[in-house]
């Protein structure tokens, strides 16, 4: 399976975003740059974390604007893979690839702790990987994850299954709204989370939880 | 219409520069004439304590500097160290300390931002950062704000670069009220053949201006962090420095791809005194002269000087001199990182320092003259007084379990997890232990087994009482959390914050303190390879406390064997290593003493080096052979306190045996110096082996849910946890 | 050149972290009587232009492509 | 009920590296002509008192301690 990683400038985790890609799918994915119109065939585009613009003016918005991200729209429409980590989720927000909005952390500071996570949808193809219900280790890292969405998108998220993952056992870090921490488009093809599940993927992080969901998306067996 | 670049110069505009009279006149016996404004300011800024060193070079000289491992020593951005298979790390401390105070965000935020420059442009890619913060009394009316706006400037500007905080320490004492210390240190890795120096070669190069453009920010800045506060410090507020770490990461990427390129002579990066500082360096290093045309600096404010121009502290610049052949390659990179990119001047052969602006010349100065004609003082010192001894029956006894929860609720002692989680630690995917334990750890990435340990270190009190030993002793105790993760500790960086050296005990601090580092740093072969020197730091008359910050890097080879505080599982043995037949005797200084009995008394503890060697190296030895399963040393609060953060950690509880004649008080709470608690199986523990000279006792087991020292009423784990984790939160609110 | 100031506000009904801590803050510090913060954004924007009505389009243009996430912001452009 | 709104604006000469970046972003956007983008905060209070001149004092003293960070901030208090 083929990948594509979306850079553009003040992103930071891009290199641990390439480094999972690479050891769980076995071949590095391609990368693709801010002012790049067109992206490669592949059948997964990963915009990694960081501070795209510094997170200037908001979190993910001056970048959901550059060329690259209407490329990235024209994939999504046609069924690729797509999925936004952290500050990644960020821009597919702001770019309307996903509904809602996300807003500073409740506490206002920004947060770097693990958190337990609930499988909340695992008929995804992000997420088959694991049982549903299951909860997860996995750690997080911002200080905008707060998911906000008015009444009606919230009741149709939630009604629709697409809410995919959520913080559990208590662990919500920023005041999500239903302790949301990851969301899936109405199609099932774009993913947005806040936690990094590619900070968890070996012995050296301590665990591997996070490995599930690069072994789903990518097609390989566990 | 043209900028006015004249100024007369009066005595009083030269005091306003931080020159003395004598200083003055040896510029003018320097350069046969009245220096022009801008050379006024050019000499202030390259003569005052911050660049010149002018009250420490003498005894800076005497610190060890050079080993095996050493690239490069102190003179360059950063200190170089090789770490084995053609690698090498890189890395400084440094401290923003007055910029922090006067606006505790952005001062904090610029001080992290300029270390991590020094790292990447040596050509390292920075992969740790510490920061060692020092605040007045909790209940002193600005320590929360400027806690808080510590805490997110640093966090604030390392999270948005994207590098891992790995440790670093936080400390209260009324002493900093009105003088909080912000110590950054950063490290980063390179090809030990790829180090990028400040050193230009070759004559009518272009020297090229990289990064942000230049605003008035911080003009006065590097004049301001050796000056004095007093209570005109409103006025001296507009010279605050805004940190832009987007444009700091762009930098690095931009620079590392264009190091890359082969494009690069010579690269400075631009910090206290910007344009001038790093543009005389880089000629005066190479033998060369620098004509600079201000006319091509990218500027961001309209009408600025050339006295602005040269001394603005703008942050995120460089300065470069590149192979004219590159040089659109070089735009090329820097514009796709949307940076700004001029040619600003060129190398010349007459050793001069030339400034033009606006067809004017502004400056023309003997540029090697410069820095090593700076004042260089023999400041008159005074012999610190030895404290009064500390008899034992004058220490007040309390019940040990009562004062180990209490001494783990205290604001130096308690948990910083309020601060760390505010710090990004993981990013990078290397950390292996995050902050909490004794050392930070991150491993070498692209290597199987290497891995690299960091810890900040110094105990003010100590220093306070004795700066030789407190010099030894933050020495010594770095050396030993590194040890503690079975690190080798190859090389350190110091950080010299002190008050004002034109008073004889200060100075007398400063040169017994060195002192102390030297003599540590010779017997623990743990060379000092870059460092930075804070005078000055008082108020109204009262210095701080000496505060030597040593921050050491040490190298695992296998981290699959690395030890760690936390107790590894139940039932297991507990040694103390290294300690006397009664566990501990030195209450002088001590936390037990300070934090529970408010007296700061009693001398500092003794640290015997060829002792800590000894024991170190065999710790290490029982960590690398795989025998010791948790290990961590005994610092502040001493074995009481050690034992209670492993079983903390690990949520497992342990029994301590105190023989029924114990001081029980000494035993737990003394801080006697080289001790380590260390773990193992209980088979191991059979056939431990005793090493030559180093005292271990078997001191109790672990397992259960609380903690039991000798006859004192079992603590449950839970109890300690919330006293140690509590303070900070419930502090900030 | 003309002057302009955009100013962005959160809507009604959208959670505002920032002006909950403020008003908390406020409380803390003795500010009673401090019924509600709302946090929002200025922009000052100088355009090098003399048409003032074409500005007022072009901002108008700024702000829904840029300036305001509409989402959940309102915003407002005022010529100076 | 009183309302006011208070305009944090960073004084000049201070760096305003979000500015910038929005001054890029338009540009990139094709908003050309952009000669400066500086950016500021506004705070929408409700006061419960009836008295303009006693709230007028109050916010402009939220504003020294809390609001503002005057070291590199200007404010601006307007009763509505
Ligand atoms: N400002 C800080 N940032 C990150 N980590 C910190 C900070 N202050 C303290 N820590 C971490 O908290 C732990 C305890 O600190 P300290 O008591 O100074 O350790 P030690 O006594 O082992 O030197 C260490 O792991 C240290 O790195
Ligand atoms: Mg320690």
């Known amino acids: ?222 | 219409m043209t900028i006015s670049n004249t100024v007369s110069i009066t005595d009083e505009l030269i005091a306003a520069h931080g020159l003395k009279p004598d200083e003055y006149q040896r510029i003018l016996k320097l350069i046969g004439r009245e220096p022009t404004y801008t050379e006024l300011g050019i000499f202030s800024a390259m003569w005052n304590e911050h660049c010149s060193y002018k009250s420490s070079k003498k005894w800076l000289r005497t610190l060890p500097t050079s080993g095996p491992c050493v690239i490069q020593g102190p003179g360059e951005n950063a200190g170089v160290v090789d770490i084995g298979d053609g690698q090498a790390v890189v890395f400084k401390m440094e401290s923003h300390n007055h910029p922090s105070y006067i606006e505790p965000y952005q001062g904090a935020a610029t001080g992290v931002g300029g270390i991590l420059r020094d790292v990447f442009t040596m050509g390292a890619r920075p992969v740790a950062t510490m920061n060692a913060l020092r605040f007045g009394e909790p209940e002193h009316a600005k320590t929360r704000h400027l806690v808080s706006g510590v805490v997110s400037g640093v966090g604030g500007y390392g999270n948005a670069f994207g590098v891992p905080t790995v440790g670093g320490e936080v400390q209260f004492d009324a002493r900093y009220n009105d003088n909080c210390l912000v110590n950054a240190f950063a490290a980063g890795l390179a090809d030990a053949d790829a180090i990028f120096y400040s050193k230009a070669e070759g004559v009518g190069l272009p020297v090229v201006y990289l990064g942000a453009k230049t605003g008035r920010d911080g003009v006065g800045g590097a004049t301001m962090a050796s000056a004095e506060f007093d209570d005109s410090i409103d006025e001296k507020r507009p010279t605050v420095q805004v940190g832009d770490p987007f444009t700091e990461k762009c930098l690095l990427e931009a620079c590392l791809e264009l190091m890359a390129s082969g494009a690069v002579i010579a690269i400075q990066d631009m910090g206290a005194a910007g344009l001038t500082c790093s543009a005389v360096e880089m000629g005066a290093k190479g033998d060369l002269g620098i004509r600079l045309d201000l006319d091509k600096v990218p500027v961001r404010e309209e009408r600025m000087s050339a006295y602005e121009m040269m001394l603005s502290e703008s942050q995120e610049r460089m300065l470069m001199v590149l192979r004219p052949e590159q040089e659109k390659e070089a735009e090329a990179i820097f514009h796709k990182w949307g940076l700004d990119f001029a040619i600003v001047g060129e190398t010349t052969d007459d050793l001069r320092f030339r400034v033009f602006h606006q067809g004017d010349e502004v400056a023309n100065l003997p540029i090697k003259e410069l820095g090593d004609e700076a004042p260089e003082y023999d400041r008159p010192w005074v012999e610190p007084a030895a404290p009064a001894a500390l008899e034992r029956t004058d220490v007040p006894d309390m019940d040990v379990a009562e004062a180990l929860v209490k001494l783990l609720g205290t604001p130096n002692i308690s948990s910083r997890r309020w601060v760390w989680e505010q710090y990004d630690t993981l990013i990078q995917g290397n950390s292996l232990q995050l902050p909490g334990g004794d050392a930070g750890v991150i491993r070498v990435e692209g290597h199987a087994t290497k891995a690299l340990a960091f810890s900040s270190d110094v105990n003010p009190r100590y220093c306070e009482a004795d700066p030789f030993e407190g010099g030894k002793q933050a020495v010594a105790e770095c050396w030993r959390n590194l040890t503690a993760t079975g690190a080798l500790p190859l090389a350190a960086t110091d950080n010299l914050n002190f008050g004002n050296p034109e008073r004889p005990e200060i100075m007398g601090q400063l040169v017994h303190a060195i002192k102390g580092i030297g003599e540590a740093c010779r017997a623990l072969d743990f060379p000092i390879v870059s460092g930075n020197v804070s005078l000055y730091n008082e108020t109204n008359g009262q210095g701080i406390l000496p505060t030597p910050t040593i921050g050491g890097v040490g190298l695992i080879d296998d981290w699959s064997k690395m030890a760690r505080v936390r107790f590894a599982a139940e039932n297991e043995e507990i040694f103390l290593v290294g300690g006397p037949r009664e566990l501990g005797t030195h209450l002088g200084q001590s936390a037990y003493l300070r934090d529970l009995h408010g007296r700061n008394e009693g001398p500092a503890p003794h640290v015997d080096l060829a002792h800590e060697k000894a024991v170190g190296d065999f710790v290490r030895g029982l960590i690398r052979s795989g025998i010791a399963t948790a290990v961590h040393d005994c610092s502040d609060g001493g074995l009481g306190v050690a034992i209670a953060e492993m079983a903390i950690a690990s949520g497992i509880g342990a029994t301590v045996d105190l023989a029924d004649d114990c001081d029980a008080v000494a035993a737990l709470f003394g801080e006697d110096q080289g001790r380590y608690v260390v773990t193992m199986s209980k088979d191991s523990a059979a056939a431990l082996a005793a090493a030559n000279g180093v005292n271990i006792v078997r001191i109790g087991t672990t397992g259960g849910s609380s903690l039991k020292l000798g006859r004192a009423r079992a603590i449950p784990v839970v109890e300690l946890k919330e006293a140690h984790e509590g303070w900070f939160p419930t502090f900030m609110g | 050149m003309i002057k302009a100031r955009v100013t962005v506000t959160l809507k009604n009904g959208v959670l505002d972290p920032q002006g909950k801590a403020i008003e908390g803050a406020l409380d803390a510090l003795g500010f009673n009587g401090v019924g509600s913060v709302r946090q929002g954004k200025v922009f000052d924007l100088e355009l090098d232009t003399a048409d003032k009505a074409q500005a007022e389009i072009e901002i108008n243009a700024m702000c829904e492509k840029l300036l305001a996430n509409t989402v959940i912001e309102n915003y407002q452009v005022e010529i100076i």
């Open chain 1, 1 to 222: 399976m083929k990948s594509a990683v979306v850079l553009l400038p003040g992103l930071n985790r891009d290199r641990d975003m390439i480094a999972a890609l690479t050891k769980i799918g076995g071949k590095p994915p391609v990368t693709v740059w801010q002012t790049d119109t067109e992206i490669p065939d592949v059948d997964l585009i990963v915009i990694p974390g960081g501070f795209s613009y510094g997170d200037y003016l908001r979190c993910g918005a001056i970048a959901a604007r550059m060329p690259v991200m209407r490329a990235v729209a024209e994939k999504a429409a046609q069924g690729v893979k797509v999925m936004g980590v952290c500050n990644g989720f960020q821009i597919l927000l702001e770019a309307g690839l996903l509904p809602g909005a996300l807003m500073r952390n409740a506490s206002l500071k920004f947060v770097c702790r693990e958190v337990k996570l609930e499988v909340a949808n695992a008929a995804t193809a992000f997420t088959s990987g694991y049982q549903q219900g299951q909860v997860i280790r996995c750690p997080v890292a911002h200080h905008d994850g707060n998911y906000f969405a008015d009444t009606d998108t919230l009741a149709r998220i939630e009604g629709n299954g697409q809410v995919v993952f959520r913080y559990a056992d208590g662990t919500n870090p920023n005041g999500s709204i239903n302790d949301i921490a990851g969301i899936v488009n109405d199609a099932g093809n774009v993913l947005g989370l806040m936690p990094h599940p590619e900070n968890l993927i070996e012995a050296a992080h301590g665990g591997s939880d996070g490995r599930a969901l690069f072994e789903s998306v990518l097609g390989v067996a566990a």
